[in-house]
């Protein structure tokens, strides 16, 4: 990883120059891949699995049920996408014969790709957030960080699709 990187995902303004400059493709298109990975299998955890099981037995199906479940599942989840990213990577990268290159343009459009930058900078503000809420409140600070994390990416999805794409919708002209 470089420094550049670190200031794109900050929403630091980086020149052109600067977003070629990609000493390491990689271990950025690994590291964005179980980025997204840890989301993706965190939240389904968090969201739906953990909701859904604790839904199904009736000992559970109550608000600590739910949460202790959603927090299990997510915490799972979470694990399962920091091993699961790298290896799809790899699969992906040696199934479609991908070179230097290919892996290089990868690199070049995730750095240029705003609405996936957003939804990383949710992800990333909404774990801090939460652990760090839930360390006053008495709870585990994990928990806190699976449930921030699930409302960062959730948040940035809907600022993504239905505000930006309503913004950038041509106006209609008044004839």
Not at 49 to 68: F, K, Q, W
């Amino acid at each position: 990883m470089s420094w550049l990187w670190l200031k794109n995902l900050a929403g630091c303004k980086l020149t052109d120059d600067e977003m070629r400059d990609i000493k390491h493709p990689y271990v950025e298109l690994y590291t964005h891949v179980m980025g997204k990975s840890i989301q993706a299998f965190g939240m389904i955890g968090t969201v739906v699995l953990g909701p859904a099981v604790a839904m199904m037995n009736a000992n559970t199906r109550n608000l600590v049920g739910v949460r202790s479940s959603a927090f299990k599942f997510g915490k799972y989840g979470v694990m399962l996408g920091i091993v699961a990213g790298p290896l799809m990577t790899y699969a992906r990268l040696k199934s479609s014969g991908a070179n230097d290159d290919a892996v290089y343009d990868r690199s070049y459009r995730l750095r240029n790709n705003r609405g996936q930058l957003r939804v990383d900078r949710g992800s990333i503000v909404g774990a801090v957030g939460g652990f760090a809420l839930a360390l006053p409140l008495a709870t585990c600070p994990v928990t806190g960080a699976l449930f921030g994390m699930s409302a960062g990416i959730i948040s940035m999805a809907i600022y993504n699709n239905a505000i930006l794409k309503n913004e950038e919708k041509p106006k209609k002209k008044d004839k």
